[in-house]
């Protein structure tokens, strides 16, 4: 590959205040040794905690591992801007857009993208319950990592989840139940990567089961390329683009997809702007399976990065 000078000066944000810094220095730390392994000789980790962060003299590119607030919502994005400093991923506005389910998931209706029924609840003056038949999903719209999800099936189960969803904002976000597999498409400059199967050893794919480690619990078998019939994964590669473009995603992401039982047909819940970055995240498998190593995938998202202009 070897694209881009071996001297480029790359400050890599890892960290963050949001929920997601334990995950975000797992994958900061494995992007920053694939780095350094690609011949990069001037990578410097940068622990970021807020907006008063400081980047090394000379930055030429913020390599942004920063899941979840903050470094996911368009804030980061937005600072960088600010500074005049390249970096990769998504835009302030994009990021923005998608990190709000409530209101991605508008972009996606006037797009014509399949996804689920939803209702939009404020909060702000104090619980509004859902309208929408059992069994149905409760979930805070500017999360990561499935953080205060809830798969809602009985009546008495729903004001605990409508509580605690809403200790995360004064938005919550009802989306109808969808009976499938839970499926994700890695993107990477405008182009679907395999189609992977999740699947949880119990339950959904919640915190516990995307990252056993932090809890030493649940866990996740992964299918790459999913075994699914060829013109159902390209449909899924469809919806899942499809919706990506709406967003105007620049870069890379993934898109989760359920993929309904009782007729193959896909629904987009989300686009992860700043997906997992280990060697074993979902990203990395999809541009495995597609034939791009993980440092090469690094480096990729790097070069994508600085060849695309920020509006």
Known sequence: ??????????????????????????????VYDALCRAGFTDVTKVDVHGP??????????????????????????????????????????????????????????????????????????????????????????????????????????????????????????VEEFIQGKELTVGILDGKALPVIHICPRSGFYDLNNKYPWMNMGGGTDYICP???????????????????????????GRVDVLLREEDDAPFVLEINTIPGMTPSSLLPKAAAASGWPYEDLCEKIAELSLATPRK
Request: proline content about 7%; hydrophobic content about 40%; some cysteine.
């Open 226 to 252: 999913a075994d699914l019939p060829e013109e159902t994964a390209a449909n899924v590669q469809k919806a899942a683009l499809k919706a990506y473009k709406a967003a105007g995603v620049e870069v890379y």
């Open 52 to 173: 008063d962060f400081r980047l090394p003299e000379g930055t030429e590119l913020a390599y942004n591992i920063i899941h979840g607030t903050f470094g996911e919502d368009g804030t980061l994005q937005a600072i960088l801007e600010k500074r005049g400093i390249p970096y990769t991923g998504a835009g302030s506005r994009s990021s923005a857009l998608c990190f709000d389910k409530s209101e991605s998931k508008k972009v996606f209706l006037e797009a014509g993208v399949p996804t689920p029924h939803a209702e939009i609840l404020d909060c702000s003056n104090g619980l509004v319950m859902p309208s929408l038949p059992l069994p149905f999903v409760i979930k805070p719209p500017c999360e990561g990592s499935s953080v205060g999800v809830h798969i809602v099936r009985r009546q008495e189960d729903i004001l605990p989840a409508m509580e605690e969803a809403a200790t995360h904002g004064t938005t919550v976000l």
């Open 1 to 30: 590959m070897n694209t881009l000078k071996r001297d480029l000066k790359i400050a890599l944000l890892l960290g963050g205040p949001g929920a997601e810094r334990e995950v975000s220095l797992v994958s900061g730390n494995s």
